[in-house]
């Protein structure tokens, strides 16, 4: 299994307030990304990292920052967190050699109260 | 555009039938890459296989098999002999090589014992 982990695993938090997700790799891979899983919308790219400090947005981008200031960590931000970014987040690595073989983390579960 | 087409939405068989899972895609890329993940009831996502567009040779893994047939853009999984382990929620997902990978929805295999 690929070395990625995910904190916290859990999170509930109140509508205004700021929540960071944080990724963690030992892969070394060089890309990283960040999903949200919803029912009824499979997994949606939020952003997406492809090297230290290079960062893009993804197809849900509003109300998420991104940092990558270390290879092996990805954090993501909801700079005021909305009930409707309540969801599943995952995080994501890959190699660009691998034809985007993506592996997963174990996700993390946000609710927006 | 890419688009990734998972049509059964839920899917219930007994223990020991076979049973297939379909995917239908598009996209405008000559070269590109399908992949099947599986999310157990435990929620992480497992890598199952990649195709190359390229290669249109069916793969076997033990009791899986996947199907890819560029005429009809279809990247079928069939599961023999189905087991109570095999219950998850499979993605099929479609990707032309970038950071880019575009999901399907999903479906729901539940597998009675």
């Known amino acids: 299994d690929a070395g990625i982990t995910q904190s916290p695993r859990h999170k509930v938090t109140e509508t205004g307030t700021p929540v960071t997700l944080r990724c963690h790799q030992t892969?070394?891979?060089?890309?990283m990304y960040w999903y949200r899983q919803d029912p009824g919308h499979g997994l949606r790219l939020i952003h997406y990292?492809?090297?230290?400090?290079?960062?893009d947005k993804g197809e849900v981008s509003d109300g998420y920052s991104v940092s990558r200031s270390k290879t092996e960590d990805f954090l993501l931000t909801l700079e005021s967190a909305t009930s409707s970014q309540t969801s599943v987040y995952f995080c994501?690595?890959?190699?660009?050699?691998?034809?985007?073989?993506?592996?997963f983390g174990p996700g993390t579960r946000l609710t927006v109260l | 555009a890419q688009k990734v087409t998972q049509a059964q939405t839920e899917i219930s068989v007994v223990e020991k039938e076979d049973v297939t899972l379909d995917c239908v895609y598009e996209?405008?890329?000559?070269?590109?890459?399908l992949f099947w993940y599986k999310q157990p009831p435990s929620g992480e996502l497992v890598f199952l296989i990649r195709?190359?567009?390229?290669?249109?040779q069916n793969e076997i893994s033990g009791r899986y098999s996947w199907n890819f047939q560029k005429s009809t853009s279809s990247f079928n999984f069939t599961i023999t002999a189905s087991q109570v382990v095999d219950s998850a929620v499979y993605f099929c997902?479609?990707?032309?090589?970038?950071?880019?990978?575009?999901f399907g929805k999903g479906t729901k295999l539940s597998v009675i014992p």
């Open positions: 994501a690595i890959s190699e660009p050699s691998s034809y985007n073989e993506q592996f």
């Open positions: 892969e070394n891979h060089r890309y």
């Open positions: 990292s492809y090297g230290v400090k290079d960062t």
């Open positions: 996209t405008r890329d000559t070269t590109y890459y």
């Open positions: 195709r190359n567009s390229f290669d249109e």
């Open positions: 997902a479609l990707s032309p090589g970038s950071y880019q990978l575009t």
